[in-house]
């Protein structure tokens, strides 16, 4: 069950989720900008802990009240995590903010995820919540595509997160968004692209100037 959800969700581990943020206005977002407060109710910040602390370390998506989906490469099975929903300005506790710890034995990675082997694909993880999540304003699931749905060529998307801001840089205490359109499968796998590299279990966006990692590609 867990590894035909798991395989259902490749298609949709995007950290923003699918669909429009609930009002106008990533891992990194390299030239995004402030979010709206909220307007991304289901991003989650996942953090570990270290010394007592927790810091955070990557994004993910709010699917059901107890569930989060986000990326295979988050996960270290020698780390204790939480999540935390609601959150915006990671300076300030502003009110929405819920914390949830995570069990150790509630962290899913894709089997067949591969750190050696990122074009391999399956870098997609579960994480079941020690409680659900209060559903209000500030947190709301996100809502899943059709299995199946391949969004066109130029399609408007977003990334969103706290990750670094460029190489080396620091992390952003507001929450991060930019415009990624959607790049089909036909432009990402051409030679001069991502080449074989890329597979049809994977989405491709971005292009331009914005990134959601370190290495912007000059297309």
């Known amino acids: ?18 669909g429009p943020p609930s009002s ?55 780390r204790t995590y939480q999540v935390v929903l609601g959150e915006y ?4 506790k502003e009110g929405p903010e819920q914390v949830i710890p995570i069990n150790s034995e509630d962290l899913f990675v894709h089997p067949l995820w591969n750190s050696s082997c990122v074009a391999c694909g399956n870098d997609i993880a579960l994480i079941k919540l020690s409680r659900s999540a209060q559903l209000g304003d500030a947190v709301q699931l996100a809502s899943l595509p059709p299995a199946g749905d391949i969004l066109p060529n130029e399609t408007p998307c977003y990334i969103t997160g706290w990750g670094r801001l460029y190489t ?32 049809k279990t994977m989405v491709c966006a971005g292009g331009d100037i914005r990134s959601g990692c370190n290495t912007i590609a000059s297309h």
């Open 1 to 18: 069950m867990m590894l035909r959800l798991l395989s259902s969700l490749l298609l949709v581990a995007v950290a923003s989720g699918y």
């Open 24 to 78: 106008r206005p990533s891992s990194r977002v390299v030239n995004g900008e402030d979010a709206v407060p909220y307007s991304w109710p289901w991003q989650v910040s996942l953090q570990y802990e270290k010394s007592g602390s927790f810091y955070h370390t990557c994004g993910g998506s709010l699917i059901a009240p107890d569930w989060v989906v986000t990326a295979g490469h988050c996960i270290s099975s020698s």
């Open 89 to 92: 300005d990671r300076a300030v």
């Open 168 to 199: 080396n840089g620091p992390l952003p205490d507001k929450l991060q968004e930019a415009l990624l359109p959607v790049v089909d499968y036909e432009h990402c796998s051409r030679w001069n692209w991502w080449g074989s590299s890329v597979k």
